[in-house]
Structure formats: structure tokens, C-alpha cells
């Protein structure tokens, strides 16, 4: 095994990750048959519960500070029941320290949604991926539940109200939409999810998701998660994806960055340490400040994380089932 790059005592605030546990709670894509069409292939292992104590092996010998906690498409009937589980895991555990709650802004209950996710101390953001083309040749404006549907943007339109961010997951080719969305609504952090997905690593499609990506990032209202950049059938490597990660810093600036494992769906493609490894070694030339900031101070400062009770670092085998 390659020596760990990372020292262990550098910051670690995770601003990208997931719990679950599909026998007790239901998520379609982790319990429906069959698997659906997924960027890494086949999903069958993190078909599983995966609960903080598993995420802080994963991590080891990494002392992550805290984390974040994004939606996991739980069922969409019932979407305060995973902003409860979350909750309910930070009782538990200490982990995680906010979160990313689920609010589909099309719908029609979704004024009263957003303001009973908003209620919840560890909300501070909602996600709802927006309608999206397969591919960029098949991208066009204007799509229901896109980001230019009049009933989607008025939902979003209902955040800024209540405090929250928008945590945006889409690929690059739907960036021009975004673009528009944060100027449209300046007051509005908009947090873009997995750098943009940029899984076409042509020379031309480098050269477009680099277009958009600089498009976005005009407008300071958007900030950069950097994580989810793994490929299909290729183990994480700082071939693949170092200049991926620098092109974002450089696009972004390392002031509007963030670093997060996205884990356990990038333990598809990689373990936790190497990615991190990997995130610490792609950034050797910046300032040590800056490097803080991507791996720690700027998720701490963007999500205002709440932190682990003294009682709960007690509690590693869990009142959770």
C-alpha cells in the first residue's frame, strides 16, 4: 500500500457525503430492481447501510473535522423523513454537522416544503437535480423541470427568503441555464455539485466543459464542490483527475472551492485516502492558506456547520439501526 500523501493532522471538513440504510428506509435507486443507468457502471456495492461509524473507517487514518450531507434520493413521498434521519444520525454520531435536504421546487407543495426544510437547525441547503439532456448534442433550454421552467424557478425563487442555498447537480452542458439562474437571482448561493461532471475527457470536451464551467463562474454568487470526478471502470488516479482539479481551482479561484469525498459513491472508483491523497497533491503549488481553504475553511465558512457534541463522540455504536 502507497504511504498516505495527506498528513494526518490536516483539516478535513468533508462537504460532500451520504448516509443510508435502504433495509430500513426507502431509496428507489438503492432498493428498486433493476440498478438504473449510473456514470460509475455498476452500483450493486453501496447497496448497503452505510452509517457514520463506516464512513469514519473509511477514512482513517484522515480526521475528518465533520461533514456534509447531501440528499440521497429517499423517497420522494417523504422528504422531511430524511431531513429527521439526518438530524436524528447528528444525535447519534456528531456526524454530520449540516445538511443538504431534498425539495423537488416543481412541485406543487413545494412553497410549504421549503419552508419546513428550512426549520431544521442542519438545513442550510435544498437539492433538486433540475431536468437535464443525456448528452450535450441532446441539450436544449427550456425543458420541464429545468432550470428555465417558470414553475421551477419559482421555487427556487422561494429560497433566498428562507436563508437557504441551492445545491445544483447538473452536467456542464446545462451550465448556460445555471449561468442565467445566478443572475437572475444574485442573492442566492448556488453550490455546483461534482465540478460540473466533466466525464468526457475528449480534448473537445475538456475544452467545453472548461467554456461553461468559466461562463458560471462570472457570477459570485456560485460556488465549486470538487468531487465526483471519477471514471467508469478506471480506479482514481491523479492522472485522471489532477488536471481536472486544477483546471476548476483556476476556473473558480481556491476562494469558491471546496474539496468533498462524495462517499460512499466514489468508493466505486476509489478509497478514501487516495482521493484525498490525490486532492493534496494536485494543489503542491498553491499557499498553504489556500489549501486549508479547499480542504476545510471554505466548506466551514459556506455550510456553517453546527458541531459534534462532547457526548456524542461516546456514542460510535449508535442508537441508529
Not at 489556500?290 to 459556506?302: S, T
Request: glycine share 6%; with cysteine; hydrophobic share 40%.
Amino acid at each position: 500500500m502507497a504511504e498516505m500523501q495527506i498528513p494526518r493532522d490536516w483539516p478535513v471538513f468533508d462537504a460532500h457525503q451520504h448516509f443510508w440504510d435502504p433495509q430500513v428506509n426507502y431509496h428507489p435507486w438503492l432498493s428498486d430492481e433493476p440498478p438504473i443507468p449510473f456514470r460509475y457502471g455498476d452500483y450493486r456495492p453501496i447497496r448497503r447501510r452505510y452509517l457514520p461509524p463506516d464512513y469514519l473507517a473509511d477514512a482513517a487514518p484522515i480526521q475528518v473535522a465533520g461533514s456534509v450531507y447531501v440528499e440521497t434520493e429517499w423517497d420522494p413521498r417523504d422528504p422531511l423523513g430524511e431531513t429527521r434521519y439526518a438530524h436524528d444520525l447528528h444525535a447519534a454520531y456528531g456526524y454530520p454537522n449540516a445538511v443538504v435536504a431534498q425539495a423537488w421546487l416543481d412541485r406543487a407543495d413545494a412553497a410549504r416544503l421549503i419552508a419546513d426544510q428550512a426549520r431544521f437547525p442542519l438545513v442550510r441547503s435544498l437539492r433538486h437535480k433540475p431536468a437535464a439532456a443525456p448528452s450535450a448534442d441532446q441539450a436544449r433550454r427550456g425543458l420541464t423541470g429545468g432550470m428555465d421552467d417558470p414553475r421551477w424557478r419559482d421555487g427556487f425563487a422561494r429560497l433566498g427568503a428562507h436563508g437557504l442555498m441551492f445545491d445544483l447537480q447538473a452536467p456542464w452542458w446545462e451550465l448556460d441555464a445555471a449561468a442565467d439562474l445566478a443572475a437572475d437571482f444574485p442573492a442566492t448561493t448556488i453550490v455546483l455539485n461534482h465540478a460540473g461532471l466533466p466525464a468526457d475527457r475528449s480534448a473537445q470536451g475538456l475544452e467545453a466543459w472548461r467554456r461553461h464551467m468559466a461562463r458560471l463562474a462570472r457570477h459570485p454568487n456560485v460556488v465549486l464542490k470538487i468531487s465526483g470526478i471519477g471514471l467508469k471502470d478506471r480506479p482514481w488516479s491523479l492522472a485522471d483527475n489532477g488536471p481536472i482539479i486544477r483546471d476548476a481551482i483556476s476556473i473558480f479561484g481556491w476562494q469558491r472551492c471546496m474539496f468533498a469525498s462524495n462517499f460512499p459513491v466514489d468508493s466505486l472508483v476509489g478509497g478514501f485516502v487516495p482521493i484525498f491523497d490525490g486532492f493534496y497533491q494536485a494543489t503542491q503549488g498553491l499557499p498553504e492558506n489556500a489549501r486549508r481553504a479547499l480542504f476545510h475553511d471554505n466548506a466551514v465558512r459556506i455550510y456553517r456547520p453546527v458541531p459534534q457534541a462532547t457526548e456524542n463522540q461516546s456514542k460510535m455504536g449508535g442508537a441508529i439501526r
